[in-house]
């Protein structure tokens, strides 16, 4: 897909149509916000538990689109290094021992060891100097220090960079930006007010349906069903970590590979490893009435 393309798709049955063409069941609500997103060139940022498809969204976006991928995982202590650029330190040193009798001042020495061919590119500053718009996904942003978040303000504000002894570097286009958060603390009014927003809960059952049918097709039906429904079930139970969707799928794959065609208390708590994973959550499993799980409305 062209840049020219890209840039016409406009309505949320548009966006609807390219993910499903990933196998990515989206619905209108998410639909409706990647639209948006695409059209006012505005971040997106995405919250919600984990597992329920925040990081695949953007994945996939990138694969519909026909554009790269560049992501930045966030974690306590990132920094401008890792985030944006650092310089070349090993090839500066070199540099200046091949320079020692070039007879250049020290003045025209600095400005040559940090000038471009020094520079290391870190994710931040490559999405914005991609030639074609790529997704950049800023994920896990709450893992962040705040520190961190002062960084992505002039990135999201003005989609520059300043770099002080090269200046300010813009975009030559503008990446199509996603941030994911899980909550583990609140993200600063300044960020938020940057972005257009999205909450995603776990699918309800129709959805997670359709999910399951369309990135795993080859399963048998009734199987993928009656797995479906389990998880339902599951998610309500009191779990430290509740299985996301890629479980769901890990499981329903898996119960495909070991020949099983119907879905038993026994294959349940066998499997079970595959679905929970914490040493609490599969004991809560393992006490739960299993043979109730699998009862239409059980629970």
Partial sequence: MSEEEERTIRTPEEIEALLAGQRYVAGRPVALAVSLALNLERPLLIEGQAGVGKTELAKVLAAALGTELIRLQCYEGLDASAALYEWNFPKQVLRLRIEENSGRTAEEKEA?????????????????????????????????????????????????????????????????????????????????????????????????????????????????????????????????????????????RSLQTLGVSRLTPEWIRDTAGVLVKTRADAARLAAADLGRLLAPGGG
């Fill in 112 to 252: 040559l060891i940090f000038s471009e061919p020094f520079l290391l590119e870190r994710p931040l500053l490559r999405a914005i100097r991609q030639p074609r718009p790529p997704v950049l996904l800023i994920d896990e942003v709450d893992r962040a220090d705040e520190e961190f978040e002062a960084l992505l303000l002039e990135l999201l504000s003005d989609f520059q960079v300043t770099i002080p002894e090269l200046g300010t570097i813009r975009a030559t286009t503008r990446p199509y930006v996603i941030l994911t958060s899980n909550r583990t603390r609140d993200l600063s009014d300044a960020l938020r007010r940057r972005c257009l927003y999205l909450w995603l809960e776990y699918p309800d059952l129709e959805k997670e349906l359709a999910i399951v049918r369309a990135r795993a097709p080859e399963v048998d039906p009734d199987l993928a069903e009656a797995v479906t429904r389990v998880v339902q079930q599951v998610r309500r139970m009191d779990l430290e970590k509740p299985p996301g969707v890629a479980e769901t799928l890990d499981w329903v």
